[in-house]
């Protein structure tokens, strides 16, 4: 077997006894299963490889089951990656005015999605500064997408702003999971049968990837951060409460959760999963097969994708059906729990969020039709009457929540997103943590996306100090593990405390005649209290 190498051919290059004419603009990476050639830019200096393959093609009996190592394809020669893979299977959120765990609901199927191999999706991105080099050690970012767990790719998450906001020198991984019933079935016959979770086991496989390769694009193993936003930074956190906190070899040191997504993560063999398990195999046409597990694994892609379309559907407004659960051995207890406990895996973290993220996941005509308990009952279906009477009365009588729709707004977005936040700011004791709550209107959930992730396009705040400002501080602690190291000019943030200093936050938001406001603030102790309460009750709702 050829020794790994990176090069720039100059020449002629020959692999697998194939000669072939290379120019200095087609670095190419001889990993130990595969050979791929990248593009290099040199008027944006970034060497992008796109549509690397991480795993097996996840289908046939590997269907359901941990993400296995790809097959040797060195003999195929150089394999061209340019272009991005098209994502892995789409469901979408919850639509109803009831959750089904509570009072039932029946499906519709949709019609079937016809795709060459639309399992086959696991691949990854590699977007490096400048040309590549085994002799240099940059600094490296793993970005995991939002979505719901359910929805989501990479196609506009390129890293080449990423790479243009720190300055460069840095390297961005991005990747594409298993989504929906693909990547987080769950229930008693998937953990005798097959793997819980496999959707973070896929971003554990990402991680492992760069632990063993990275270096060949010039990366530096020892200084990886991952970072997502909504169930990107989800993402984030199970990583960070993987093994109960004690994940080895260490994947990571640095970790950023952008509007941190906290659903229900029920046990593998509740109520619930077990429900969902069984309501996948009536849609799918598996409920009275003898082996329920091995006839899903046989059950034509197209059915299954349309009842995963089906049971995601059918849930709450604004809630994502098909999630993680703790499964025993990746994810062995709670998220909460684990993170109250104090271990966890990293030892940097730079927590962020939106100010107003419970926004988009409230149907303002549902909400107007039912009272708030009865809304907090449809979200968190496992409370009791007292329990979700107390939950109302803590957003009862304030006058920022005058009308139900605005209890509703505030209480999905604080216990789904922002208390979540704070509570792994409060936990997190391996190192240096920092607080940052982005303001800019309307700043719901995601909103914040635009100022780092640009693709060619102005943001609805553009200010050259604040463009600078708000993803320099992010790439700063990429790049340097502080967001008190500034990577490009222009940058205004003023000096940044720990969150552990006074409960200290950066703010950054703009002025009403549209200037930067970028301060440091103290978090709300109101809302402090209200985060006690959803921290008095994770139990029951599960999270």
């Keep these: 077997m050829m020794h790994p190498l ?22 190419v990476v001889d990993l130990d299963y595969a050979i791929y050639q990248g593009t290099f830019n040199a008027t944006s200096n970034i060497t992008r490889f796109l549509g690397i393959r991480y795993a097996a093609p996840p289908v046939g009996k590997l269907r359901f089951q941990a993400p296995a190592p790809p097959l040797d394809e060195r003999s195929l020669g150089v394999q061209q990656a340019n272009t991005l893979s098209v994502g892995c299977l789409q469901a979408g959120s919850g639509s ?42 940059l600094p490296v970012l793993v970005w995991f ?28 991984v991005t990747l594409d999971h298993r989504l929906g019933v693909f990547g987080f079935l769950a229930g008693s016959q998937v953990k005798e049968k097959g793997a819980l979770n496999t959707g973070l086991l896929d971003q554990q496989a990402v991680l492992q990837w760069v632990q063993k390769n990275i270096h060949l694009f010039g990366g530096n193993s020892d200084e990886v951060t991952i970072w997502g936003q909504s169930a990107g930074a989800g993402s984030v956190i199970q990583h960070m409460i993987a ?41 799918t046409g598996c409920a ?51 993170m109250t ?27 107007a039709e039912i009272t708030i308990t009865d809304y907090i009952a449809q979200l968190f279906p496992n409370l009791d009457e007292t329990q979700t009477r107390d939950a109302a009365a803590q957003y009862a009588s304030i006058s920022a929540f005058p009308t139900t729709n605005d209890q509703a707004i505030a209480i999905v977005g604080e216990s789904i997103l922002i208390c979540p936040t704070y509570l792994l700011l409060q936990s997190f004791r391996g190192g240096s943590a920092f607080k940052l709550e982005f303001a800019v209107p309307p700043a719901t959930h995601g909103n914040d996306a635009q100022y780092y992730f640009k693709n060619g396009h102005t943001p609805a705040f553009s200010n050259p100090e604040f463009d ?20 490009v000019p222009d940058i205004i943030t003023p000096p940044w405390a720990t969150y552990h200093v006074n409960h200290t936050e950066m703010l950054f938001n703009r002025t009403e005649d549209f200037q930067p406001d970028i301060r440091p603030i103290s978090t709300d102790r109101a809302l402090m209290e209200r985060c006690a309460f959803w921290r008095s009750v994770s139990g029951h709702t599960a999270q």
Aim: glycine share 10%; proline share 6%; net charge negative.
């Design 96 to 137: 109803n005015i009831s959750s089904p765990f509570r009072n039932g609901n029946g499906n519709n199927l949709p019609q079937k999605r016809q795709s060459p191999d639309p399992e086959d999706c696991l691949f990854l991105n590699v977007y490096a500064s400048g040309p590549i080099s085994s002799a240099n050690r």
């Design 288 to 338: 009275n097969a003898t082996d329920t597990f091995e006839c899903l694994v046989n059950v034509d892609v197209e059915t299954l994708q349309a009842a995963n379309v089906a049971i995601n559907r059918s849930g709450f407004f604004g809630t994502f059906v098909v999630v993680p659960v703790v499964d025993g051995e990746f994810i062995q207890r709670s998220p909460s729990r684990q």
């Design 243 to 283: 093994h109960g906190g004690n994940t080895q070899p260490s994947l990571f040191k640095g970790a950023i959760s952008g509007s941190l997504y906290l659903p229900s993560q029920y046990n593998f063999n509740d109520r619930i999963p077990e429900q969902i398990y069984s309501e996948f195999t009536q849609l």
């Design 145 to 172: 997408h939002g979505g719901g767990y359910v929805a989501g790719n990479v196609q506009n998450e390129k890293g080449d702003d990423l790479i243009n906001e720190a300055g460069g020198e840095v390297i961005v």
């Design 468 to 487: 600078a400002s708000f993803p320099g501080a992010i790439m700063g602690f990429v790049k340097f593990g502080n967001p008190n190291r500034h990577p």
């Design 6 to 27: 990176v090069s720039f051919c100059l020449a002629f290059c020959v692999f697998s006894h194939t000669t072939l004419a290379l120019s200095p603009s087609a670095p």
């Design 341 to 367: 406990s104090g271990r966890l895996n990293g030892i940097r973290l730079l927590a962020m969020n939106n100010a107003f993220e419970g926004v988009t996941f409230v149907n303002a005509t549902y909400s």
